[in-house]
């Protein structure tokens, strides 16, 4: 394998759960209570998709200033949520990927839909591990196409087929198996359909699995 991309939310922080926490409270206010199960179809979904989403599961069209009003309400929320991270929030198994990527030479780069990925990996003080950093401001599609992973192949200079991609959501399994990368997906709900290999946890993921690979 030639280089490694690391979704963002879910995969190297419990972001995920600040922006649940988030979109329920936006859906609240729209009257109607975002289940688990609409969540799990937000994952790795951009910010604007996200709200579309939302508003066709609550069955309400609003106009684009209104969408523009909720959508920095979400992410004030989401900020005020994530204010207080630190390295203590990296999930287990991260800082052990990273140092082993390091040790073999492999490239780092991080495939995430978020705009806010460059301020959470300062906050985690991991930014530097990275090589490349592609976020939600420099994609104009979201995950499930392939964009993202593509881009961060083609900023490392490596082939799609030598990337391990490692993903949470439904959709980004999706775009790296679009992308025909390896995908890895990270859940605990045990199994995310059509990814390459699940585990549980990345810390649950053997070294060995990638000296195989390399
Ligand atoms: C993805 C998350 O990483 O980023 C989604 O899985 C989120 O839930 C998306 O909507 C956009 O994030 P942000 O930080 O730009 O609102
Ligand atoms: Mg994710």
Known sequence: MKAFIFDLDGIIVDTAKYHFKSWKIISKNFGFELSKNQNELLKGV?????????????????????????????????????????????????????????????????????????????K????????????????????????????????????PKEVIVFEDSIAGVKAANQAKMVSVAICKCGKIENAKYNFISLDDIPLEFFEKMI
């Open 124 to 159: 985690l003080r991991i930014k530097n591990k990275f090589k490349v950093i592609i976020d939600g401001n420099l994609t104009s599609k979201s995950k499930p196409h392939p964009e993202v992973f593509l881009k961060g192949a083609k900023m490392l200079g490596v082939n």
């Open 46 to 122: 951009s910010r604007e998709k996200s709200l579309d989403r939302i508003l066709s599961w609550g069955g309400i069209s609003i106009d684009r200033f209104e969408k523009k009003k909720y959508l920095e309400k979400k992410n004030e929320l989401y900020k005020g949520f994530i204010s207080n991270l630190s390295q203590m929030d990296i999930l287990p198994g991260v800082n052990k990927l990273l140092d082993f990527a390091t040790i073999k030479d492999i490239p780092i780069a991080l495939g995430s839909a978020s705009k806010n990925a460059h301020q959470i990996l300062e």
